[in-house]
């Protein structure tokens, strides 16, 4: 038996505009209005509208997850159900009544809360009228919808966390049109990865502000993270990696545990002209105000290499103009996803944050395989025989565990997710959960892995 840490977290992530369904809220999302303008744009024309329906089914849908022996559960506080005038942060009452009554259930079934700020869902108004995250403004709405959330939900909710992969907003929205609005913007990228984290920063100054850590809680933000693995031991390849990482890790996990950004990305940014603005009083709430706890996301390995063409050709500044892609030959794939499955970068995560990341207390807040048509699994009981999900979740398990043996303070480890949710463009095409739920009769039906996990729960380890 592989035992874990005591009060090990055993549990699962999802996110409220993933979840909840629109039902009654006052304001659209970016993916509300991105849905509304462009439904062709998702899967089988399926927006957030309904979701999971955990808006009406929670009290349901929890019970179900204690019914797994998840001891631990991570969602999101959507900013555009709780407030109702975004430049006041005056609340909604159905909102406060709503978020009120998920936190009770999750306590009253022996569930930890672990409650998000900002799950990928920005208020569409803020983009419309002041350019979103590009804005500074915006920052300061943010504080205040934290500021409200810390003061409504603070007495309960000891986990919070600022940001779900703040990273996939500059990648989705400004550089790689995933995200609405589209854009491909360089320099915009860079400003919104500044303030992105400086928003973190000004959540976690209003948090301290209101003495939470005093009564036992703590806050940190969710990142996405993977070592870059250079494609060869060639100077010009390791030098991809170098740059791949500063871009794509360090930018945020630096600012988050030290405080500021990586002198050398800081170097690269200002030789290239595009460099955030940012001013000293900035910087000195990014200094004061760094993370007590971290959530890593991890699904697949980043593979890079030199790139094809030189960083030094005619183009407009993008971020990967210093590395290209790489694809290992003979890798393992989840062909599902188009992701590559490899466990033991979950170790060398570890082992990194142990030995350069201040060994700061972390969780795997993400971690999981999308796989599509789960239907062609349904055995002769109505049970959906996910093996291949036990087999993924075991691999990184026994990596996580290897790192945990070596020091690294690693006290939880979050599927995503509980139960089938909404996956933003994807809809439903993908399903990752311990619980099945058919989108059109939304029943809920627990799978094999979730049968497996609530013994691995148990054990605190496993077999």
């Not at 969780?363 to 999308?370: C, I, K, L, P, T």
Request: net charge negative; hydrophobic share 35%; proline share 4%.
């Amino acid at each position: 038996m592989r035992k874990f840490p005591e009060n090990f977290w055993w549990g699962a992530a999802t996110s409220g505009p993933q979840s909840e369904g629109r039902f009654n809220k006052k304001h659209a999302n970016v993916f509300d209005y991105w849905y509304e303008v462009e439904p062709e744009e998702f899967y089988d024309h399926v927006g957030p509208d309904t979701a999971s329906n955990f808006y009406h089914s929670y009290a349901e849908d929890i019970q179900l997850m204690k019914d797994i022996n998840l001891n631990s559960v991570r969602t999101s506080i959507q900013w555009t159900r709780l407030i109702d005038d975004f430049e006041t942060a005056t609340v909604n009452p159905d909102g406060v009544r709503y978020y009120n009554a998920i936190i009770d259930e999750f306590i009253k079934q022996g569930i930890t809360p672990v409650m998000a700020l900002h799950h990928f869902d920005l208020p569409v108004e803020l983009y419309h009228k002041y350019g979103g995250w590009e804005s500074k403004h915006v920052v300061e709405l943010f504080a205040k919808f934290a500021e409200r959330c810390f003061e409504l939900f603070g007495d309960r909710v000891k986990d919070w966390f600022t940001f779900n992969e703040p990273m996939v907003i500059v990648d989705g929205q400004y550089l790689y049109q995933f995200h609405y609005p589209k854009l491909i913007d360089g320099k915009k990228a860079v400003q919104v990865a500044y303030n992105l984290n400086l928003a973190s920063a000004k959540a976690i100054q209003a948090f301290r502000k209101l003495d939470l850590p005093q009564k036992g809680a703590r806050i940190g933000t969710v990142l996405n993270l993977t070592p870059s693995y250079p494609a060869s031991d060639h100077e010009a390849d390791i030098e991809a990696g170098r740059i791949a990482d500063l871009w794509r890790n360090e930018m945020f996990l630096n600012v988050a545990v030290f405080g500021e950004f990586p002198a050398a990305l800081v170097e690269l940014l200002t030789k290239d002209k595009v460099i955030w603005e940012s001013t000293e009083e900035e910087l000195a709430i990014l200094k004061a105000n760094t993370i007590d706890v971290l959530g890593v996301n991890f699904y697949h390995p980043s593979r890079v290499k030199a790139p094809d063409i030189s960083p030094n050709s005619t183009a407009n500044w993008m971020p990967d103009r210093y590395y290209d892609s790489y694809d290992m030959p003979g890798r393992r794939m989840n062909v599902d996803k188009g992701w590559e499955i490899y466990p033991e970068a979950l170790y060398d995560i570890a082992i990194n944050i142990r030995d350069n990341y201040k060994n700061i207390d972390w969780f795997v807040s993400e971690n999981g395989m999308g796989v599509s048509q789960e239907e062609r699994f349904l055995n002769e009981e109505g049970v959906i025989d996910d093996d291949y999900r036990i087999d993924f979740i075991t691999e990184h398990l026994e990596w996580l565990h290897k790192g945990i043996e070596e020091g690294s303070n690693c006290f939880g480890y979050h599927l995503w997710t509980p139960i089938d949710c909404w996956s933003w463009k994807n809809a439903y095409r993908n399903r990752y959960g311990f619980i099945s739920n058919n989108i059109h009769t939304q029943i809920k039906t627990i799978k094999k892995s979730g049968h497996w996990i609530k013994e691995v729960s148990k054990n605190n380890g496993l077999k």
